[in-house]
């Protein structure tokens, strides 16, 4: 893939909220490395914004790092700054209104996705190697996507969310965004003590249809080729898989309903999580974001027990059909980023294509699931980077960070 | 076991800081029963005081309950109150300077051990049916096992924590007392999304030989007749295991040595957590909590890189060696339930014969393992209750509970 062809500067980028040196605690394999922390995760001595500055203001300054923080400064990763993040994490988009709208540096007209928008730019622009996001709903693969990076949200529960400020936590995780898949995999490795193995080879390859059929045609053109290189290295292990083979409970009407089964859990997480908090303050939001906590204020919550059911019938599904050697592969997003200053106030909306619920269709399959997942920047639909997806049972980080080394290599 | 012989009131349980009904949503398995929620759980229109007045003080009132209080609701339970806890959650003992010590039904000069002590106390009391609790690093069981208690601490990361104030993340769970077997698989039906299958019996049922080693000499004595009734039970498929056959890297030291590992990583999270706000409110606590909390600021956070990997090692380890119908055995606590008034202020000391590393030593092979754990009232030591316990692998919660029932059955 193509690397940055100009040095960008941090005003350039519109990454960082603060710039600052973190010097490693002791010598590792991160040694030599440079990463950024997105403004949700906290920085002793420094306040932890959240993308807002009513948070800020009403917050205290941080006592401590982030558990996830400081293995990193322990395996000899120097913190080179805190980035721009969508207010209190809740959006895809990447655009906010307090604190700028970080660059997509391959597609500058589009948004650079969310909400660790400013965590995918200090990485695309080479300000820093790596960079910590949390991904609740998609918020590391969708930047990673849009702004052609490489993008890991684990397996749910495996990297400690201590100092990481709680949004939906069933489905909160901290995870990773790098330039190369050799950089993601070290830095993960870190995070999940874990050892990532060379050559693993998958027992299969899951391409999952609704998936495919929901991407837009120039996207499944786009990924063709990555496609064709999958084909290439597993062969025969390779095979379209129905959702419904899956789980023979998943609705005939394909992935759309899962964006309301995903959308019930997580907002009734995100009002007992923040709500208490809005009411208290009320603060100022942008009206996107006003918009979508009133979503979370207003939800049914008499929804929440038939969607936390529906959800571990699938988890009880997918760990009988994925064994240790599997893999689900899938569009990272359905579409392309949308251009800047295009996204309506109504995620429920069908505008733009109905961005919003077909995109979250696609990142419920390992949100709901827990599963880890990797998005690999395989493509390019004129200019405009695009995401391929893998996914791993449970636990199974380090086998699918070796399988995507392997994907990415020569690419 | 024995059923409440008299009727107590709300002030002699001393278990609750604030009586209120709320009514069921809807009807449904658990029609009927009345559960108590541990203060660290929001109830909307309530403040959440986490067992110490500067912690209600300075945060609002909930804006809405916790999540998995709402599934309790749909399924038809009704919650009658809000129970004393720990300070923040941060004890085994259940004596709070500002709520009181909730009343150890069974045996009233004792502690009835915390941090879900109110919860406890409730449910013993006959004040509820069941009852809400947290457990980090016992705070369920140990009060299970003090009072005669079912509890369950389920697998990591199954039960919603969104409205459940954090402590240390990577441990928290969303635990359940109840006084007998029925209630606490019905209860747990719901939050976990199962169904408790009948009859089940597993495959292998280790006795770990260092748990049991560490125990005084009375708790394994007093435990003798409920192993005996496992052994009719499941014959042939109960063995002594070591540790060391599990977890070929544990240490020669036994099970002491992971206390020390496990308090790294919690009191790294815990500071994580709550520092910012202690330090920025500097609040009012009892001698041993400011303790506690002392002891979480000043650790020494180099040792989290080390800890966290030999964690994580020690959950791949259980991985292989635990199938869907393995149980692990062991006594819930080391010791029965301390007379009230003798724990000194430093819990790392060897002071009560170190009630504190070896109480979080058995607790630990739980939580550093992300195993659900169940424990029976199965036993008593001249009238002090004690608790055995049944491990399972992660995520294989309905199976441990169906063979917890098929155990106390008739005892």
Chains 1, 2 share one sequence.
């Not at 893939?1 to 005003?11: F, G, I």
């Not at 420094?46 to 400081?70: E, F, L, S």
Request: a negative charge; aromatic letters at 8%.
């Amino acid at each position: 893939m193509p690397t940055p062809r100009k040095t960008y500067s941090v005003a350039e980028s519109g990454a960082f909220v603060e710039v600052m040196e973190l010097e490693p605690y002791a010598s590792g394999p991160l040694d030599g490395l440079r990463f950024a922390v997105k403004d949700l995760f906290d920085l002793g001595g420094y306040k932890t914004g959240c993308g807002n500055p009513d948070w800020a203001r009403t917050h205290p300054v941080a006592a401590t790092n982030a558990v996830c923080v400081d293995q990193l400064l322990l395996a000899g990763a120097r913190c080179v700054g805190k980035t721009v993040c969508d207010e209190l994490a809740f959006s895809l988009d990447g655009e906010n209104v307090f604190y700028g709208t970080p660059l997509n540096r391959r597609a500058p007209e589009r948004v650079p996705g969310g909400s660790s928008s400013g965590s995918a730019a200090a990485v695309a622009c080479g300000l820093a190697d790596f960079a910590l996001g949390t991904d609740t709903g998609g918020s590391v693969r969708v930047p990673a996507s849009n702004c052609g990076l490489f993008g890991l949200r684990p397996s749910h529960g495996l990297i400690s969310v201590a100092g990481v400020n709680p949004f939906a936590p069933s489905f909160d995780t901290v995870g990773l965004l790098a330039a190369s898949a050799d950089i993601l995999a070290l830095a993960a490795a870190v995070l999940l003590s874990c050892q990532v193995p060379d050559g693993v080879e998958p027992a299969a390859v899951h391409l999952i249809k609704e998936a495919w059929e929901i991407a837009d045609p120039e996207v499944r053109e786009a990924l063709a080729p990555a496609l064709a290189r999958l084909r290439r290295l597993w062969g025969a292990r390779v095979r379209e898989t129905s959702m419904r083979l899956i789980d023979r409970e998943a609705p005939e009407s394909g992935l759309k309903t899962w964006y309301q089964n995903y959308c019930t859990i997580q907002w009734s997480e995100i009002w007992s999580s923040l709500g208490s908090w809005i009411e208290a303050v009320n603060p100022e939001f942008a009206p996107r974001t006003r918009v979508n906590f009133e979503l979370t204020r207003t939800l049914d919550r008499r929804q929440i027990g038939s969607a936390i059911q529906r959800r571990e019938e699938y988890c009880r599904a997918l760990q009988e059909f994925l064994g240790p050697g599997v893999l689900l592969c899938l569009p990272t997003t359905p579409a392309l980023a949308p251009l800047k200053l295009t996204l309506g106030l109504d995620r429920t909306s069908t505008s733009q294509a109905g961005y919003y619920p077909r995109t979250l269709a696609l990142t419920a399959i390992a949100g709901l699931g827990r599963l880890p997942q990797v998005t690999l920047p395989l493509a390019e639909a004129g200019g405009v980077p695009l995401g391929l997806s893998l996914l791993a049972a449970h636990g199974n980080d380090a086998f699918l960070l070796s399988a995507a080394r392997l994907l990415a290599e020569g690419f």
